[in-house]
Protein backbone atom coordinates (compact mmCIF):
# COMPACT_ATOMS: atom_id res chain seq x y z
CA UNK A 1 0.00 0.00 0.00
CA UNK A 2 0.87 3.40 -0.22
CA UNK A 3 2.12 5.58 2.48
CA UNK A 4 -0.06 8.21 4.04
CA UNK A 5 0.89 12.10 3.17
CA UNK A 6 1.45 13.65 6.64
CA UNK A 7 2.46 17.57 6.97
CA UNK A 8 3.01 18.03 10.99
CA UNK A 9 3.92 21.91 11.91
CA UNK A 10 4.73 23.95 15.25
CA UNK A 11 5.14 26.98 16.33
CA UNK A 12 7.97 28.02 18.77
CA UNK A 13 8.15 31.23 20.59
CA UNK A 14 11.81 32.84 21.33
CA UNK A 15 11.47 31.92 25.09
CA UNK A 16 10.94 28.28 24.42
CA UNK A 17 13.98 27.82 23.94
CA UNK A 18 14.97 25.29 26.90
CA UNK A 19 12.16 23.32 25.77
CA UNK A 20 12.11 22.61 22.47
CA UNK A 21 14.97 20.14 22.08
CA UNK A 22 13.16 17.11 23.33
CA UNK A 23 9.81 17.88 20.52
CA UNK A 24 12.73 18.10 17.81
CA UNK A 25 14.59 14.85 19.39
CA UNK A 26 11.21 12.28 19.80
CA UNK A 27 10.29 14.24 16.19
CA UNK A 28 13.74 12.80 14.29
CA UNK A 29 13.00 9.42 15.92
CA UNK A 30 9.66 9.16 14.58
CA UNK A 31 10.45 10.36 11.26
CA UNK A 32 13.67 7.99 10.93
CA UNK A 33 11.13 5.01 11.54
CA UNK A 34 8.53 6.13 8.75
CA UNK A 35 9.01 5.35 4.77
CA UNK A 36 6.58 7.82 3.59
CA UNK A 37 6.45 11.60 3.07
CA UNK A 38 6.41 13.95 6.05
CA UNK A 39 6.32 17.58 5.56
CA UNK A 40 8.17 19.59 9.12
CA UNK A 41 6.63 22.93 9.31
CA UNK A 42 8.22 25.46 11.75
CA UNK A 43 7.46 28.85 12.28
CA UNK A 44 9.55 30.59 15.10
CA UNK A 45 8.76 33.49 16.25
CA UNK A 46 11.01 36.59 17.61
CA UNK A 47 8.06 39.05 18.31
CA UNK A 48 8.72 40.68 22.11
CA UNK A 49 4.88 42.74 21.13
CA UNK A 50 3.24 40.53 24.14
CA UNK A 51 6.29 38.52 26.24
CA UNK A 52 9.61 40.93 26.31
CA UNK A 53 12.56 39.63 27.15
CA UNK A 54 15.54 40.13 30.08
CA UNK A 55 18.41 39.47 27.67
CA UNK A 56 20.49 42.00 25.93
CA UNK A 57 20.27 42.48 22.50
CA UNK A 58 23.61 40.35 21.90
CA UNK A 59 22.26 37.72 24.49
CA UNK A 60 18.37 38.11 22.15
CA UNK A 61 20.35 37.39 18.87
CA UNK A 62 22.57 34.10 20.45
CA UNK A 63 18.97 32.88 21.80
CA UNK A 64 17.81 32.83 18.05
CA UNK A 65 20.75 31.63 16.27
CA UNK A 66 20.48 28.82 19.10
CA UNK A 67 16.59 27.78 18.13
CA UNK A 68 17.80 28.63 14.27
CA UNK A 69 20.40 25.54 14.63
CA UNK A 70 18.07 23.10 16.39
CA UNK A 71 15.12 23.71 14.49
CA UNK A 72 16.12 24.37 10.88
CA UNK A 73 18.14 20.52 10.77
CA UNK A 74 15.17 18.61 10.54
CA UNK A 75 14.51 16.30 7.18
CA UNK A 76 12.11 17.83 4.81
CA UNK A 77 11.85 21.02 6.69
CA UNK A 78 9.99 24.37 5.72
CA UNK A 79 11.75 26.60 8.52
CA UNK A 80 10.85 30.53 8.86
CA UNK A 81 11.30 33.02 11.44
CA UNK A 82 9.03 35.80 11.77
CA UNK A 83 9.31 39.26 13.80
CA UNK A 84 5.24 39.86 13.45
CA UNK A 85 2.90 38.66 16.10
CA UNK A 86 1.91 35.54 15.35
CA UNK A 87 -0.46 33.63 18.26
CA UNK A 88 -1.13 29.54 17.92
CA UNK A 89 -4.84 30.47 16.36
CA UNK A 90 -2.64 32.28 13.46
CA UNK A 91 -0.29 30.06 12.99
CA UNK A 92 -2.45 26.53 12.78
CA UNK A 93 -5.18 28.30 11.22
CA UNK A 94 -2.71 28.80 8.22
CA UNK A 95 -0.92 25.58 8.43
CA UNK A 96 -4.35 23.69 8.10
CA UNK A 97 -4.99 26.11 4.86
CA UNK A 98 -1.96 25.58 3.73
CA UNK A 99 -1.71 21.53 3.88
CA UNK A 100 -5.09 20.39 3.46
CA UNK A 101 -4.27 20.33 -0.54
CA UNK A 102 -0.48 19.04 -0.20
CA UNK A 103 -1.24 16.10 1.79
CA UNK A 104 -3.41 13.54 3.23
CA UNK A 105 -3.14 14.33 7.02
CA UNK A 106 -2.42 17.18 8.86
CA UNK A 107 -0.89 16.95 12.78
CA UNK A 108 -0.66 20.10 15.09
CA UNK A 109 2.68 19.88 16.89
CA UNK A 110 3.66 21.43 20.25
CA UNK A 111 6.70 22.74 21.57
CA UNK A 112 6.07 20.94 24.76
CA UNK A 113 5.05 17.57 23.29
CA UNK A 114 7.32 14.63 22.54
CA UNK A 115 6.74 12.28 19.86
CA UNK A 116 6.05 8.95 20.20
CA UNK A 117 8.44 6.61 17.99
CA UNK A 118 5.36 4.99 16.54
CA UNK A 119 3.39 8.09 15.49
CA UNK A 120 3.63 8.43 11.80
CA UNK A 121 3.27 4.39 11.45
CA UNK A 122 -0.01 4.49 13.61
CA UNK A 123 -1.60 7.83 11.39
CA UNK A 124 -0.83 5.60 7.73
CA UNK A 125 -2.25 2.31 9.64
CA UNK A 126 -5.45 3.99 10.98
CA UNK A 127 -5.72 6.44 7.27
CA UNK A 128 -5.04 3.64 4.93
CA UNK A 129 -7.50 1.75 7.10
CA UNK A 130 -10.28 4.58 7.59
CA UNK A 131 -9.42 6.90 4.85
CA UNK A 132 -12.11 5.58 2.07
CA UNK A 133 -14.67 4.76 4.29
CA UNK A 134 -14.38 7.92 6.57
CA UNK A 135 -12.20 10.19 4.85
CA UNK A 136 -13.29 12.98 7.10
CA UNK A 137 -12.42 12.24 10.80
CA UNK A 138 -9.81 13.26 13.66
CA UNK A 139 -7.06 11.22 15.48
CA UNK A 140 -5.91 11.08 18.75
CA UNK A 141 -3.28 9.54 21.08
CA UNK A 142 -3.51 8.16 24.38
CA UNK A 143 -3.06 11.62 26.88
CA UNK A 144 -2.33 11.46 30.65
CA UNK A 145 -4.25 12.99 33.07
CA UNK A 146 -6.70 16.07 32.79
CA UNK A 147 -8.50 18.30 35.12
CA UNK A 148 -11.75 16.66 35.36
CA UNK A 149 -12.96 13.25 34.13
CA UNK A 150 -14.24 13.93 30.91
CA UNK A 151 -11.78 13.59 29.60
CA UNK A 152 -11.24 9.62 31.02
CA UNK A 153 -11.77 8.61 27.31
CA UNK A 154 -8.58 9.68 25.81
CA UNK A 155 -6.27 8.60 29.07
CA UNK A 156 -3.62 5.81 28.26
CA UNK A 157 -4.91 2.86 30.38
CA UNK A 158 -1.71 3.10 32.94
CA UNK A 159 -2.79 6.78 33.86
CA UNK A 160 -6.71 5.37 33.93
CA UNK A 161 -6.04 2.91 37.12
CA UNK A 162 -4.56 5.96 38.93
CA UNK A 163 -6.02 8.66 41.40
CA UNK A 164 -5.86 11.77 40.64
CA UNK A 165 -2.34 13.95 41.17
CA UNK A 166 -1.13 17.17 41.72
CA UNK A 167 2.27 16.57 42.49
CA UNK A 168 5.43 16.91 40.32
CA UNK A 169 6.85 13.99 41.50
CA UNK A 170 4.34 11.85 40.67
CA UNK A 171 4.56 10.33 36.98
CA UNK A 172 0.60 10.14 36.43
CA UNK A 173 0.67 13.34 37.77
CA UNK A 174 -1.24 16.45 35.84
CA UNK A 175 1.61 18.65 36.87
CA UNK A 176 4.54 16.19 36.12
CA UNK A 177 7.52 16.87 33.67
CA UNK A 178 7.43 13.54 31.68
CA UNK A 179 11.09 12.31 30.03
CA UNK A 180 11.77 11.16 27.15
CA UNK A 181 12.77 7.73 28.76
CA UNK A 182 9.29 8.13 30.08
CA UNK A 183 7.46 7.98 27.12
CA UNK A 184 9.43 4.97 26.13
CA UNK A 185 8.79 2.96 29.00
CA UNK A 186 4.69 3.80 28.57
CA UNK A 187 5.13 2.88 24.97
CA UNK A 188 7.91 -0.22 25.05
CA UNK A 189 5.75 -2.61 24.14
CA UNK A 190 4.36 -0.67 21.13
CA UNK A 191 7.80 0.34 19.90
CA UNK A 192 9.18 -3.35 20.48
CA UNK A 193 6.34 -4.82 18.36
CA UNK A 194 5.15 -7.04 21.45
CA UNK A 195 1.83 -5.08 21.74
CA UNK A 196 -0.66 -3.75 19.50
CA UNK A 197 -1.81 -0.58 19.06
CA UNK A 198 -5.61 -0.20 20.45
CA UNK A 199 -7.99 1.58 18.04
CA UNK A 200 -11.10 2.90 19.50
CA UNK A 201 -14.16 4.94 17.99
CA UNK A 202 -15.45 7.69 19.95
CA UNK A 203 -18.27 9.59 18.58
CA UNK A 204 -18.44 12.03 21.07
CA UNK A 205 -15.66 14.08 19.44
CA UNK A 206 -12.81 15.08 22.48
CA UNK A 207 -9.85 16.32 21.92
CA UNK A 208 -6.95 18.82 22.85
CA UNK A 209 -4.55 20.60 19.98
CA UNK A 210 -1.62 18.77 21.28
CA UNK A 211 -0.65 16.07 18.92
CA UNK A 212 -3.99 16.58 17.36
CA UNK A 213 -4.20 14.21 13.92
CA UNK A 214 -7.14 15.94 11.53
CA UNK A 215 -7.86 14.22 7.95
CA UNK A 216 -7.19 17.13 5.52
CA UNK A 217 -11.14 15.88 4.06
CA UNK A 218 -12.20 18.01 7.12
CA UNK A 219 -9.95 21.34 6.35
CA UNK A 220 -10.89 20.97 2.56
CA UNK A 221 -14.73 20.61 3.27
CA UNK A 222 -14.09 24.36 4.89
CA UNK A 223 -13.98 23.49 8.64
CA UNK A 224 -10.84 25.69 10.36
CA UNK A 225 -10.10 28.01 13.06
CA UNK A 226 -12.08 30.82 13.06
CA UNK A 227 -10.04 34.20 12.87
CA UNK A 228 -12.34 35.77 15.76
CA UNK A 229 -10.57 33.40 18.12
CA UNK A 230 -7.16 35.21 17.63
CA UNK A 231 -4.84 34.06 20.82
CA UNK A 232 -5.97 30.74 22.89
CA UNK A 233 -9.01 28.25 22.52
CA UNK A 234 -8.38 27.44 19.39
CA UNK A 235 -8.76 23.73 19.76
CA UNK A 236 -12.03 24.37 21.45
CA UNK A 237 -13.01 26.55 18.72
CA UNK A 238 -12.15 23.79 16.27
CA UNK A 239 -13.73 21.19 17.56
CA UNK A 240 -17.04 23.54 17.91
CA UNK A 241 -16.34 24.07 14.30
CA UNK A 242 -16.20 20.26 13.61
CA UNK A 243 -19.36 19.76 15.37
CA UNK A 244 -21.44 22.26 13.83
CA UNK A 245 -20.00 21.59 10.16
CA UNK A 246 -19.60 18.02 10.30
CA UNK A 247 -21.79 16.39 13.19
CA UNK A 248 -21.12 12.73 12.01
CA UNK A 249 -17.34 13.02 11.90
CA UNK A 250 -16.01 9.68 13.52
CA UNK A 251 -12.80 10.24 16.36
CA UNK A 252 -10.41 7.54 15.98
CA UNK A 253 -8.23 7.15 19.38
CA UNK A 254 -5.32 5.12 19.67
CA UNK A 255 -5.83 4.52 23.37
CA UNK A 256 -2.32 2.95 24.19
CA UNK A 257 -0.13 4.81 22.38
CA UNK A 258 1.05 7.80 25.40
CA UNK A 259 1.86 11.36 23.55
CA UNK A 260 3.07 13.48 26.49
CA UNK A 261 2.22 16.83 26.78
CA UNK A 262 4.44 18.62 28.93
CA UNK A 263 2.06 21.97 29.77
CA UNK A 264 3.21 22.36 33.28
CA UNK A 265 7.41 21.88 32.31
CA UNK A 266 9.21 24.29 34.94
CA UNK A 267 11.38 25.86 30.98
CA UNK A 268 8.76 26.10 29.43
CA UNK A 269 8.58 30.02 29.84
CA UNK A 270 12.72 31.19 30.08
CA UNK A 271 13.74 34.65 29.98
CA UNK A 272 10.69 37.24 30.27
CA UNK A 273 10.57 40.33 31.80
CA UNK A 274 8.47 40.33 34.71
CA UNK A 275 8.19 36.83 35.61
CA UNK A 276 11.55 37.13 37.47
CA UNK A 277 11.07 34.88 40.81
CA UNK A 278 8.05 33.38 40.05
CA UNK A 279 6.56 29.73 40.24
CA UNK A 280 7.84 28.60 37.35
CA UNK A 281 5.48 24.79 37.21
CA UNK A 282 2.68 27.58 38.01
CA UNK A 283 2.07 28.24 33.90
CA UNK A 284 -1.04 29.99 34.85
CA UNK A 285 0.11 32.38 37.47
CA UNK A 286 3.34 33.07 34.95
CA UNK A 287 0.78 33.98 32.18
CA UNK A 288 -1.75 35.98 34.70
CA UNK A 289 1.58 38.14 35.12
CA UNK A 290 1.08 39.84 32.34
CA UNK A 291 -2.49 42.56 31.98
CA UNK A 292 -2.33 41.51 28.74
CA UNK A 293 -2.45 37.93 28.76
CA UNK A 294 -5.40 38.22 31.48
CA UNK A 295 -7.51 40.34 28.80
CA UNK A 296 -6.39 38.14 25.78
CA UNK A 297 -7.49 35.26 27.30
CA UNK A 298 -10.77 36.39 28.54
CA UNK A 299 -11.53 37.84 25.01
CA UNK A 300 -10.53 34.85 22.94
CA UNK A 301 -12.36 32.63 25.45
CA UNK A 302 -15.62 34.97 25.00
CA UNK A 303 -15.30 34.60 21.19
CA UNK A 304 -14.86 31.39 21.04
CA UNK A 305 -18.09 30.47 23.25
CA UNK A 306 -20.01 33.21 21.46
CA UNK A 307 -19.30 31.63 17.73
CA UNK A 308 -22.74 30.92 16.47
CA UNK A 309 -23.83 34.33 18.95
CA UNK A 310 -25.67 36.45 16.15
CA UNK A 311 -26.15 38.77 18.70
CA UNK A 312 -22.41 38.80 19.85
CA UNK A 313 -19.43 41.16 18.26
CA UNK A 314 -16.43 39.46 18.81
CA UNK A 315 -12.87 41.46 20.39
CA UNK A 316 -10.15 41.75 18.90
CA UNK A 317 -6.27 42.68 20.33
CA UNK A 318 -7.39 46.55 19.18
CA UNK A 319 -10.06 45.93 22.44
CA UNK A 320 -6.94 44.90 24.54
CA UNK A 321 -4.83 47.67 23.67
CA UNK A 322 -6.70 50.56 22.70
Same mark, same amino acid.
Given at each position: ????? #???????????? $?????? #????????????????????? @????? &???????????????????????? &??????????????????????????? !????????????????????????????????? !????? @???? #????? $????????????????? @???????????????????? @????????????????????????????????? #???????????????????????????????????????????????????????????? &???? $????????????? &????????????????????????????
Amino acid at each position: MNETT #IAIGCLVQWYEV $DIVGDY #IKTLKSALSNYEGIVVVDITL @SMNQD &LEQTTLDAHEFTALKWKLEDTLSK &LPNCNFRISYDLVTIADYRREFNDKYC !TEVDVLVWGESDMLVPKSMFNTINAVHSGVGNT !TPKYI @STFG #ISKMW $DSSWTPLEHPKFTVKEH @SDSTEDWWGVRYTNTIEDMA @SINEGINNGTVAPELVTLNNLKFNGCGLVISSE #IIKAGVNIPKSVFFVHEDTAFLHMVHKCLPQTTQYHVKNIYMPHNRKHPKKRAYILGEEG &LDKT $DMGKLRKSHWWYQ &LANKFSEENCYNLFNPLYKSKTWKDIFK
